[in-house]
């Protein structure tokens, strides 16, 4: 009763119309090809309520409040679809009415399962990588021969220290950080266990004092703008930067390098909320989403790869062959994903985390 | 040692030549001169906007004035702030400083002297007891009447020895029957501190009754300079006879003639007076201590004051008359 | 006429008590992620327990209150200064002057911190300048330190802090300075003794507006500030969503707004004093 209670009071989502005859997305903006939204709704008669958000946090509340009036969200893998999943948020998938559900890469669906055991809650959009942005001459003026396809860019003091003055940021996120600490250590970037994470919190303590700003999104103007060099950030965010600096008046040549010690794979996820109202039309959208045309075409607009095997040989050249976007057989293998541990050791890792990053 | 015995006993204790202040194209004093004894308590008369406050004003060092000189005690005044000046001034709103209580507002004058604590307790406690606040000491002024107010703010001014007391419209504020008794108690302090006083009143009876001298303004200048007794009898101009009491204002062969109403004789019968004429009771109002006429002469309408007089009705045809010497003839 | 009475109470009851009543219902529940919402009700203290025992809330703590309190103090010689000069000029040049200091809340809250990040970088506007006009080569970065958190902080509520100073000294009778004057004060004797005594409720207003919304801060020292100022707004988005531990999130508000109680009653109890003055 209590609870009814409160989510009443907490529903601070306008929730969507619902309806007949209509679904509610909600995902991240720019990550679907609009225009396949509108043949969706031509092949089916669904009318497609979009909307969007740009927070992974934003999508945790709702969701959490419950009652959000959504059918189909796209949560980042980890750490927060892995933490809804437990928490029950979402509806098992009927895969027998996604009849292109054969369509997805099962390398990344493995990679999924870690998250998802069977896959039978969500289904991947996007993934990429997580490694190392960097400001090409910058970098060189100052370490010609500087290992930017290694964590040691990163989490060597020796080789970081040298790129202080021109500025380097780090994901504010203890689930990518602390996992590529431990990957740099050569243990295991899953670890639970409090003294590796002691020991990867060092790794970060030793070069603190280099890193001008522990962020998660403000390094891609800073990297596009020239005023940091360094970031240990998402591929895509990278590319962004990238993107936006060649775009820019004084030509920033801004790179990208997944370590060689191995990437945290992250993955976007298509899944359909628990209370979602429209459930049937839900799936009908996941199915349109696993589509090799829509997936193609989407992975054309947001430039990242996707989780669609059979939309590889309809994406332009300069997508598929880009080893950065995907990567070859060895770089994938390297590939690491981590589990989502108790509340508890959530709790133990932010505070370690915070402490680290504060210099306490 | 008072101070005020320190200074020339000769010569004026405000000497002002030929001020002028100008607010953008009003000038608001224009081209005054004026001298002030010593001990006299001054009175300068006029209706609102004639500029009396301004000068008030000027005297005190709030306005610069934009030509003219202005000597108090001998000393030139330009360019002196109000806060290094011999004078201090009772606003008309008191001006009290609401956050301190009146022991503070009296003392705050003193601290800002530099005066030594003990000397200005006593100074303090001895301006309170001079204006009868003495309980009152811890009060705010929020908490007091509209005359205990105005007592504090003639304290908080006394208790700085001024050369000049200023004071703009003293009982403007003050309620009618209160009035009457300030205006006694204003004039025996000044007497007892034979401090000389300016003050500011737009009331004549207010300046006849109390002020040694005063000084008429109109327009931004001074019409006429004299003691009560002189500007009442031999007004200078038609202004100045209409302005100060209640005049009948006669034409005749040479120019203006001011009749007080006091002068003119009423009777039933003709009198030998120089001056007679017919007329006839307009109106008439009993006021206790005297009886006021309005009476139609073939000229004009005169004004009449007699001792009272119940005897008379409207309408009766009456002679009025008046001496030779009566009138007072008028400049302009 | 009852209704109009009763407005303000149904007002505070809906929009501040009751969401009131339901945070510190959360706050003394206990963490249940796995159920929607993630609380489980109860009547435990152990959240707010945790807040007092473990050293880097507190630490958080005293960053806030440090930083605000001199954001506070900073925004107060700046603005003081400004509400004076607008209650001292021309009558008819205060609206402008006025409309000036509220111009920029006509720009969102978000890109005038987004501007304040494009000056202070790097290669921010201020270095370039510093760098073309050869003040200093190698001036060093604002941007990422906690002066910029200050700066940002400053900026952005100093309007909150004018605006209470301007309307108490724009209605403070100026006879009173010149009674003042006229007892021998010099004008800056004046000013200590009787304008700033006067224009107190002022003072604490604006200090309030400022310090209550500086504590609680999240946005500016998360875009303008580093990483080693941490403030309590900060801990208080990493319980909701990094750790989602909704109660825990709660106590912190709680705690935040029992701090700020303190300041407003004695604001409360100044202003209470000084009606019965005047």
């Known amino acids: 009763m209590s609870r009814v209670f409160i989510s009443l009071l907490l529903a601070f989502a306008a929730a ?100 998802d055991p069977g896959n039978t809650h969500g289904i991947p959009w ?40 021109c500025g380097v940021m780090v994901l504010d996120s203890a689930t990518d950080v602390f996992p590529a600490a431990l990957k740099y250590l050569g243990l295991d970037p899953d670890s639970k266990k409090p003294d590796d994470l002691v020991k990867a919190a060092d790794v970060v303590k030793a070069v603190r004092p280099f890193i001008r700003k522990f962020h998660s ?91 669609n095997k059979a939309a590889f040989a309809l994406l332009p050249k300069d997508i598929s062959s ?14 690491y994903t981590i589990t989502a541990g108790t509340p508890e050791q959530t709790r133990e890792r932010t505070r370690l985390w915070t402490a680290v990053k504060t210099g306490r | 040692m008072d101070r005020r015995e320190d200074g020339p006993v000769s010569g004026p204790i405000v000497r002002i030549e030929g001020l002028t202040k100008r607010f953008g194209a009003v000038t608001a004093v224009d081209d005054v001169d004026l001298e002030v004894a010593p001990g006299e308590l001054f009175a300068l008369l006029g209706g609102s906007g ?66 030594a604590k003990a000397e200005a307790t006593t100074r303090v406690a001895d301006a ?195 001496a030779a010497d009566a009138g007072h003839p008028l400049d302009a | 006429m009852r209704f109009v009475i009763a407005l303000p109470f149904l007002w505070l009851g809906v929009f501040f008590l009751l969401p009131f009543a339901l945070v510190l219902a959360i706050a003394l529940g206990t963490n249940a992620p796995d159920s929607v919402p993630p609380v489980e009700l109860g009547i435990g203290l152990k959240n707010f327990a945790l807040l007092f025992t473990d050293d880097l809330y507190l630490a958080a703590w005293l960053t806030s209150l440090r930083v605000a309190t001199t954001s506070t103090l900073v925004a107060l010689l700046l603005g003081y200064p400004m509400a004076y000069a607008i209650a001292r000029a021309a009558p008819e040049r205060r609206p402008l002057l006025l409309m000036l200091v509220v111009l920029p809340f006509w720009t969102s809250f978000l890109i005038r911190v987004y501007a304040w990040m494009g000056l202070l970088d790097e290669n921010g506007l201020l270095n370039q300048f510093l760098r073309w006009s050869g003040i200093a080569t190698d001036p060093g970065t604002i941007l990422g330190t906690e002066w910029a958190v200050h ?67 999240f946005v500016i020292p998360d875009l303008l500030g580093g990483t080693e100022t941490l403030m309590i707004g900060k801990v208080l988005w990493d319980e909701f969503f990094t750790n989602a531990d909704w109660p825990l999130a709660s106590a912190v508000a709680i705690c935040l707004l029992a701090l700020l109680v303190g300041p407003i009653a004695l604001f409360q109890r100044q202003q209470a004093r000084s009606l019965e003055r005047h």
Request: glycine share 8%; hydrophobic share 45%; aromatic share 8%.
């Open chain 1, 126 to 165: 996007m993934w990429g990588t997580t490694g190392i942005g960097y400001n090409v001459a910058e970098i060189r003026k100052r370490l010609p021969d500087a290992p930017v396809d290694s964590l040691s860019m990163i989490f060597d003091p020796a080789v970081v220290s040298k790129f202080k003055d």
């Open chain 1, 322 to 335: 880009n080893p950065l976007i995907y990567p070859p057989a060895d770089v994938r293998a390297k590939f």
């Open chain 1, 217 to 307: 999104s403000e390094y891609i103007n800073a990297l596009a703008g020239g005023n940091i060099c360094l970031a240990f950030g998402f591929s895509g965010d990278v590319f962004q930067a990238r993107d936006r600096a060649a775009k820019a008046k004084d030509k920033q040549d801004i790179a990208y390098a997944i370590p060689k010690e191995g990437s945290l794979l992250w993955i976007d996820v298509a899944a359909i909320p628990k209370d979602a109202p429209n459930p049937a039309n839900a799936l009908r959208f996941l199915d349109f989403m696993l589509d090799p045309k829509v997936a193609a075409a989407s992975s054309e607009l947001t430039g990242y790869a996707n989780g």
């Open chain 3, 151 to 217: 700066l940002g902080i400053v900026y952005a509520y100093l309007p909150f802090m004018v605006l209470p100073l301007y309307a108490t000294l724009e209605k403070m009778d100026m006879s009173l300075l010149e009674a003042a004057a006229d007892l021998g004060a010099r004008p800056f004797a004046a000013f200590l003794t009787i304008t700033l005594p006067l224009s107190l409720p002022g003072v604490v207003a604006g200090c309030l507006l400022v310090f209550i919304p500086a504590v609680g801060e």
């Open chain 2, 128 to 322: 309170l007891e001079q204006v009868r606040l003495t309980e009152y000491a811890q009060r705010r002024p929020a908490q007091l009447s509209g005359g205990q107010r105005q007592r504090v703010a003639l304290a908080r001014a006394l208790v700085k020895r001024p050369k000049i007391l200023l004071l703009d419209e003293p009982l403007a504020a003050l309620d009618r029957k209160l009035r009457e008794g300030t205006r006694f108690e204003l004039v025996r302090l000044q007497a007892e501190l034979g401090l000389t006083f300016v003050m500011v009143t737009h009331d004549q009876q207010e300046a006849m009754s109390m002020a040694t001298r005063l000084a008429v303004m109109n327009a931004g200048r001074i019409v006429q300079v004299g003691s009560p007794r002189e500007v009442y009898e031999r007004p200078a101009t038609r202004f100045v006879a209409d302005f100060i009491g209640v005049a009948n204002i006669l034409k005749t062969e040479d120019g203006w003639l001011a009749l007080r109403p006091e002068k003119i004789a009423l009777s039933v019968e003709r009198s030998g007076l120089a001056n007679v004429v017919a007329g006839k009771i307009v109106d008439l109002a009993y006021e206790g201590d005297r009886s006021l006429y309005r009476i139609a002469t073939d000229g004009a309408v005169l004004i009449v004051s007699t001792a009272p007089n119940l005897a008379h009705r409207r309408g009766d045809s009456v002679w009025l008359g008046w």
């Open chain 2, 50 to 115: 004639c500029g009396k406050t301004t000068l008030l004003r000027l005297l005190a060092g709030f306005e610069t004035p934009d030509a003219g000189r202005l000597l108090i005690d001998g000393q030139d005044m330009t360019g002196v702030p109000p806060h290094l000046r011999p004078v201090n001034m009772m606003f008309q709103s008191y001006a009290l400083f609401p956050h301190m209580n009146v022991a503070e507002n009296v003392g705050y004058g003193l601290r800002r002297e530099g005066v």
């Open chain 1, 16 to 115: 969507p119309a619902f309806g007949q005859g209509s679904v509610n997305v909600y995902n991240w903006s720019d990550y679907i090809a609009e225009d396949q939204l509108k043949s969706f709704t031509k092949d089916t008669g669904i009318r497609v309520n979009y909307t969007t958000y740009d927070s992974n946090e934003i999508l945790d509340a709702k969701l959490r409040t419950g009652k959000s009036g959504y059918d189909v969200v796209v949560p980042t893998a980890s750490p927060f679809f892995v933490r809804q999943l437990t928490a029950g948020l979402y509806r098992p998938l009927d895969k027998a009415k996604l009849k292109n559900w054969n369509n997805l890469d099962p390398e990344i669906l493995v990679a999924l399962a870690k998250y």
